[in-house]
């Protein structure tokens, strides 16, 4: 495995693999570390492959279990530290883990051996070597990450190793240089943060950890980051658009920083604007993928012309070895700027779902043509030249008043209103859950002074250049800053929260 090996040849230098607070871990204490851990589940569990749970948020001791579990030839499942107990324990009953290495202090009530910070120390301190031969191998699956479901219960995504060298394969040309230092503050439960641990990693850059509570505090955050000499940053556009709302943060902030990489939201014009300003020196890189497919499968450069343009931000080209296509009833779309269902093809997809056969029956397929595993996002996009553009997800459609309509669409229109940094949209349903109104969360770029009916007011009219009646939100909401969710997203959920009650 790529990572794997590229973490026993920075391991003879002397490296910084992770910055967490004021603890350090060099790449060389990283991989002797995670060898202890591999002897230890090796020696513990033998042949048993089960997979090895893993609980916390940013724990220095986190990253050497992950790379530990993979030495050993096991997968590892991350639960971030915020998931609720009732949902942990979902994951875990689908999982059926021999060990939980838990840095929260919960009490899973599980079978499973569980390891506490302090067992797990004496245990990474004990002398031990393994053999490259219990690595994982690429058939083999490296982790399974938990994602929402439609039925309540959160579903499985198992990626192989195979998956994650390809991923890698296809992102690191983007990295501007070997070595540096990354933003690590995506959950481990998220995939995106696979960007600064198998790709950091696997070109000698330093992790630099925000955890939750850092990240929760702008003023610590920021006095840490200026300290960082940060010069890839790595986030969902809504942890950027948070740090944006601080005139500190700018490049006198980070003056090493040299790239954005956004993945998991939409990117907007707004925040490029914003960030092409205020970093002047930093290139800004927009990309796109689905858990199933491997962290991300697209990226684009984002340009002066693509920050004009009244299009949507594109998601880009396919990343090395990807391959994408367009189908819409059935049939493949040739022609450009046609909407359709984006399909990846390629040594990125995963295998399908854990456990869940008729799920992955749905959604994966092999390519008859060129045997290539594919995958069916779910995603609505349409391409122009070499540029594919994200335009909603094909089941966030509503009807509304005999309408349809995309969420996505209405959130984009919004947001080319002048004054407005970001919109949420959101349906307000009766109580059969038939969708009777729209309302719209903003995020302003600055206080406007009106009442929420004045503004309400403007805002339809404004709204009304482009988008027909329809469409427009019939309530208006201004937040100071957005919820964030574990991944760094908005949660809508927290907004759908406030609008309980709303007549």
């Known amino acids: 495995m790529t990572v794997l090996e590229q973490l026993k040849n920075y391991a003879r230098t002397s490296r910084m693999a992770l910055v967490n607070r004021d603890k350090q871990l060099s790449y060389r204490e990283l991989d002797v570390r995670s060898d202890a ?21 940013k724990e220095t001791d986190f990253l050497p279990c992950i790379f530990g579990a993979l030495k050993s030839g096991r997968a590892y499942v991350p639960i971030d530290s915020v998931v609720p107990e009732e949902r942990a324990a979902q994951i875990i009953a689908d999982v059926k883990p021999k060990v939980i290495v838990d840095f929260t202090g919960n009490n899973w009530g599980n079978d499973a051996q569980v390891l506490i910070p302090a067992a797990l120390s004496k245990i990474l301190k004990r002398p031990g070597t393994v053999s490259p031969e219990s690595w994982v191998r690429e058939a083999d699956t490296a982790y399974i990450l938990f994602t929402s479901g439609s039925t309540g219960r959160p579903k499985g995504v198992p990626v192989a190793a195979g998956n994650l060298d390809a ?76 740090c944006v709302q601080s005139e500190r943060f700018s490049q006198a902030l980070l003056p090493c920083l040299g790239q954005f990489l956004f993945c998991g939201e939409v990117l907007t014009h707004t925040l490029c604007d914003t960030l092409a300003q205020r970093f002047p020196s930093a290139r800004i890189l927009n990309t796109y993928g689905p858990t199933e497919a491997t962290v991300l499968v697209t990226a684009a450069e984002i340009t002066e012309e693509m920050r004009k343009d009244s299009r949507p931000i594109p998601i880009g080209g ?176 927290a907004l759908a929260a406030r609008l309980e009650g709303t007549p």
């Not at 002897?39 to 090895?52: H, I, K, N, Q, Y």
């Not at 790709?199 to 840490?224: K, V, W, Y």
């Open 167 to 242: 991923f890698c394969r296809g992102l690191l040309p983007f990295y501007p240089q070997e070595g540096g230092v990354i933003l690590h503050q995506v959950s481990y439960s998220f995939d995106v943060s696979g960007c600064a641990v198998y790709a950091g990693i696997s070109r000698g850059m330093t992790l630099f950890t925000i955890d939750h509570a850092m990240a929760a505090n702008l003023q610590e955050c920021f006095a840490a980051l200026e300290k960082s000499g940060l010069t890839l940053w790595v986030s969902t556009p809504s942890f950027a658009e948070l």
């Open 318 to 493: 396919s990343i090395d070895g990807v391959t994408l296509r367009l189908e819409r009833d059935g049939q493949v779309i040739t022609g450009e700027e046609e909407t359709g269902e984006l399909q990846i093809l390629g040594p990125t997809v995963g295998p399908g779902y854990w456990g869940r056969p008729d799920l992955t029956e749905k959604s994966f397929f092999t390519d008859r043509e060129t045997g290539l595993r594919g995958y069916r996002t779910g995603d609505l996009c349409y391409q122009k030249g070499s540029r594919y553009y994200y335009c909603g997800r094909a089941d966030n459609q509503l009807k509304l008043n005999g309408y349809r309509i995309e969420i996505e669409d209405v959130e984009a229109n919004l947001q080319r209103l002048p004054g407005i940094r970001r919109a949420a949209v959101l349906p307000v349903r009766d109580g059969e859950g038939k969708a009777q109104y729209l309302a719209a969360f903003l995020l302003l770029e600055e206080p406007d002074g009106l009442t929420p009916l004045k503004r309400s007011i403007a805002l339809k009219r404004q709204a009304a250049e482009f988008l027909p009646a329809y469409m427009i939100p019939r309530k208006f909401f201004a937040v100071d800053a957005f919820p964030l969710n574990v991944n760094g997203k908005i949660d809508k959920k």
């Open 37 to 57: 851990f591999a002897a230890w589940l090796l020696d513990t569990f033998g042949e048993d492959r089960s997979p090895v749970m893993l609980c916390g948020d």
